[in-house]
């Protein structure tokens, strides 16, 4: 499916935190907290007050124990009014890019005419997950008191407290990383890398090439770094001021291996981070003093198979362009981000968009992949680039773990 707005809606604001490792330097803040800082910053950089704002939308996946409300806990946090409604998203990685969808529509039919949308993820503080029954259906001896669970035996007798930590041992603990952010949700059994193995082999990719695209990737953020090029689009997170790359050891070394050693698909590591967007209706805008960054022209859906989800980005793009062409607007795009949750798309996407400068500060392999807010970061990292390399029009692609991708068409004003 595909959506072209019929107002002309604007995006008069970005903002995205550094990105930190999983137990790296963001490791003190939760998700919400994240949040609250990419909307703020987005926030005043549109120039707008807090109160102007509508409506938010943000993305968010591994989102237990972050409390009720959370969209609206990091809205708050942001400056935003409480009076102001706000709406988790998940669509697994696409959740940022799928909150701005749900913004271009509320702008389109009138709902808002300003409204954020972005992502949130803390991959760091993702709890353990305890089933409440054992196999045999029996409820777990616990007290509950507020958000608090206390688990208990039923007396001091040592057997009894035997017991208990049989039945913890049968209830089984999982990672809310694994359960809610990487297994396929037809099939736990499979991790969505194993989806891209396969798929690498099915399309005959070679180990080596995959390893010189996630190289190149690498390369391209240390270098972005060390040139400033990212420095327009970063809001410092305390003593935190840039991303925390993938070091240097781990794939200086990449560059025409064919070990098996080296990865098959050079996945994006865990990450915490956020990003923010505040878009609005053109005419909003002006009456507020805003100006605009980008325009949105288009964005379109695609839903697949779990297996084929490494290839769903450029159908995705291909909707976006041919609806695009049918209504008159120019579906060339000299620039493209995408998100590379595997670094063997990035042979995919070259020989869609040859002529394209395609993550020109890298990607996922080497930024990491804080999963909520994936979509919304690199939005906005285009949108910097875009501004940069003086490029009129970009493309922004990203995939979905059980199956699908968003492409989205940006034009500068």
């Known amino acids: 499916m595909h959506f072209l707005p019929r107002r002309e809606i604007v995006i008069i604001g970005a903002a995205r935190t550094p990105i930190g490792a999983r137990d790296g330097v963001l490791k003190n803040c939760s998700a919400t907290d994240l949040g609250g800082i990419a909307i703020r910053a987005a926030v005043e950089r549109a120039g707008i007050p807090a109160g102007a704002v509508g409506e938010v939308f943000l993305g968010n996946v591994v989102g237990a124990g972050l409390g009720m409300a959370l969209a609206k806990k990091a809205s708050v946090a942001g400056g935003i009014p409480e009076s102001v409604p706000a709406t988790v998203v998940n669509s697994v990685c696409s959740s940022g890019m799928s909150a701005v969808w749900a913004a271009l529509q509320s702008i389109d039919l009138g709902i808002s005419d300003v409204v954020v949308a972005g992502g949130m993820?803390?991959?760091?503080?993702?709890?353990?997950?305890?089933?409440?029954?054992?196999?045999?259906?029996?409820?777990?001896?616990?007290?509950?008191?507020?958000?608090?669970?206390?688990?208990?035996?039923?007396?001091?007798?040592?057997a009894s407290c035997v017991e208990l930590v049989r039945q913890l041992h049968e209830a089984g603990i999982r990672d809310a990383n694994i359960v809610d952010g990487l297994a396929c949700p037809f099939d736990p059994a499979k991790l969505q890398n194993d989806y891209a193995i396969a798929w690498a082999k099915a399309h005959g990719l070679h180990i080596a090439d995959i390893d010189e695209a996630a190289f190149e990737s690498y390369r391209k953020a240390e270098e972005a770094w060390?040139?400033?090029?990212?420095?327009?689009?970063?809001?410092?997170?305390?003593?935190?001021?840039?991303?925390?790359?993938?070091?240097?050891?781990?794939?200086?070394?990449?560059?025409?291996?064919?070990?098996?050693?080296?990865?098959?698909?050079?996945?994006?590591?865990?990450?915490?981070?956020a990003a923010a967007l505040v878009l609005a209706s053109?005419?909003?805008?002006?009456?507020?003093?805003?100006?605009?960054?980008?325009?949105?022209?288009?964005?379109?859906?695609?839903?697949?198979?779990?297996?084929?989800f490494v290839e769903a980005p450029v159908h995705a793009a291909n909707e976006l362009a041919r609806a695009l062409k049918a209504a008159g607007k120019s579906a060339d795009f000299p620039i493209v981000e995408a998100n590379e949750s595997f670094g063997l798309q990035m042979l995919l996407f070259r020989t869609a968009w040859p002529k394209a400068a395609i993550n020109v500060h890298g990607g996922t392999t080497a930024l990491r992949h804080p999963l909520g807010a994936a979509g919304a970061r690199i939005l906005t990292t285009l949108l910097f680039a875009m501004r940069r390399y003086q490029h009129p029009r970009g493309l922004a692609v990203i995939c979905f773990g059980g199956g699908g991708a968003f492409a989205a068409a940006l034009e500068r004003v």
């Open 121 to 158: 993820e803390s991959r760091t503080n993702a709890p353990y997950l305890l089933n409440a029954h054992t196999p045999d259906g029996k409820r777990l001896k616990a007290q509950l008191t507020g958000a608090s669970l206390t688990l208990r035996a039923t007396s001091d007798d040592p």
């Open 226 to 273: 060390e040139s400033g090029a990212f420095a327009d689009e970063v809001v410092p997170v305390g003593d935190a001021t840039r991303d925390e790359l993938v070091p240097r050891s781990r794939w200086e070394n990449l560059k025409g291996s064919s070990t098996t050693e080296s990865s098959a698909y050079n996945t994006g590591p865990l990450a915490d981070g």
């Open 282 to 308: 053109a005419e909003r805008a002006k009456a507020l003093g805003a100006k605009p960054l980008a325009r949105v022209t288009g964005m379109a859906r695609r839903e697949c198979g779990p297996a084929e």
